[in-house]
């Protein structure tokens, strides 16, 4: 069983950053694919980015590329989500997610098993 727990959030202005992070309990990080959502108020969860278990492959949504970074530090158990040229559609919960390393597809959450908690970004205009 792994835990998740997001960190990071926090109110920022237009055009700011943030970085959150998620850190994880349980041996099997580090063979995990793990990926970002969000879910505003009213819309449906949304992913957001997405990383192989070691790091070599990172895939992102439509409204965030160019914008946001995945990374992951397996020797730390952490997962990143560095979010630059924030923009007010971006504020909603962040929610971390981990999963099998194989099946499915990155952008979809029925292929990650376990999630966090959840942090909230909200961006000002």
């Known amino acids: 069983q792994v835990q998740l727990a997001e960190s990071g959030g926090g109110l920022v202005q237009a055009g700011d950053s943030l970085r959150l992070s998620c850190a994880a309990s349980?041996?099997?990080?580090?063979?995990?694919?793990m990926g970002w959502f969000r879910q505003a108020p009213g819309k449906e969860r949304e992913f957001v980015a997405g990383?192989?278990?070691?790091?070599?492959?990172?895939y992102y949504g439509d409204s965030v590329k160019g914008r946001f970074t995945v990374s992951r530090d397996n020797a730390k158990n952490t997962v990143y989500l560095q979010m630059d040229s924030l923009k007010p559609e971006d504020t909603a919960v962040y929610y971390c997610?981990?999963?099998?390393?194989?099946?499915?597809?990155?952008?979809?959450?029925?292929?990650?098993?376990?999630w966090g908690q959840g942090t909230q970004v909200t961006v000002s205009s």
């Open positions: 349980g041996r099997t990080f580090s063979n995990s694919r």
């Open positions: 990383i192989r278990w070691n790091g070599d492959s990172t």
């Open positions: 997610a981990g999963g099998l390393s194989w099946g499915g597809t990155y952008d979809a959450a029925s292929s990650y098993g376990y």
